[in-house]
């Protein structure tokens, strides 16, 4: 059902609290699986525009349309009976490869959110900030990140260069400074991430695409249409981390041969 009203009257406005979002970045640091930490450090450090961005958005005539047709992108995104069926090089397919392979779904994502407790209101603001939420992975796939402790930063950088969330800003660079400093290489991690944040800054917002089509498209024609450039600083840090023999997908046991 489309959402009628912009904001419930009941919905409070979110607070900014940059030591709570401190708090719970620590926590990140410990587990890094722990994903509801993510959605805890962007609700203690909202944006000012957030709102006006999510008004131009849903009063657009796309935005009007995409309410009115487009499933809940959880259960969209989760359809893989249906994604498998479109063309081999496709987003969708890339997209369900993925998730398959890091033993991911969107409804995963919308469960860490929800241990958060926090009122869910049946309102525009609601509609247009669950698809922040329910998005993060397909950018992994147009942007090239993988799920790395690097590439995850990077998308983050990406995002933020999308959106100007603080929250995308505040953990890609903190975390991009907990990668540089737990492991020691030439690899140039502030640079991919900045990248990644020039990136999202010069290509069309995500988000505002009608999903179910963007996953119809060959990726590097989604790639191409949407303005995504290459990760070149991202693969460059990958190769300079190989080069000493260390796997950018598991710090872990280059931590361990280290101690």
């Known amino acids: 059902m489309t959402p009628t009203i912009f904001s419930h009257p009941d919905r409070q406005p979110a607070k900014f609290r940059p030591f709570k979002a401190f708090q719970h970045f620590r926590n990140l640091i410990r587990d890094k699986e722990d994903t509801e930490q993510v959605f805890h450090i962007f ?15 849903v009063e657009s005539e796309k935005g009007q349309r995409l309410m009115a047709s487009e499933p809940y992108l959880p259960d969209l995104l989760d359809d893989h009976a249906w994604i498998d069926q479109l063309p081999e090089g496709s987003v969708g397919h890339a997209y369900v490869t993925f998730m398959r392979r890091e033993g991911l779904s969107a409804a995963g994502l919308v469960a860490e959110s929800d241990k958060m407790g926090r009122p869910k209101f049946d309102d525009q603001v609601q509609w247009y900030s669950n698809r922040l939420r329910d998005t993060h992975d397909l950018f992994h796939i147009l942007t090239g990140y993988g799920r790395d402790a690097l590439g995850e930063q990077c998308v983050l950088g990406f995002t933020y260069g999308q959106t100007g969330n603080y929250g995308n800003f505040f953990i890609a660079y903190a975390g991009g400074y907990e990668v540089k400093r737990g492991i020691k290489s030439d690899a140039p991690v502030m640079g991919a991430i900045r990248q990644g944040q020039r990136n999202g800054k010069a290509s069309q917002a995500i988000i505002e695409q009608d999903i179910r089509a963007l996953l119809a498209e060959p990726l590097e024609a989604a790639r191409a249409r949407l303005g995504i450039s290459k990760p070149t600083l991202y693969e460059e840090a990958h190769r300079a981390y190989r080069n000493r023999g260390i796997d950018p997908y598991n710090f872990l046991a280059a931590k361990a041969a280290a101690a």
């Open 43 to 57: 609700e203690n450090l909202p944006r000012k525009g957030f709102l006006d961005d999510a008004r131009a958005f």
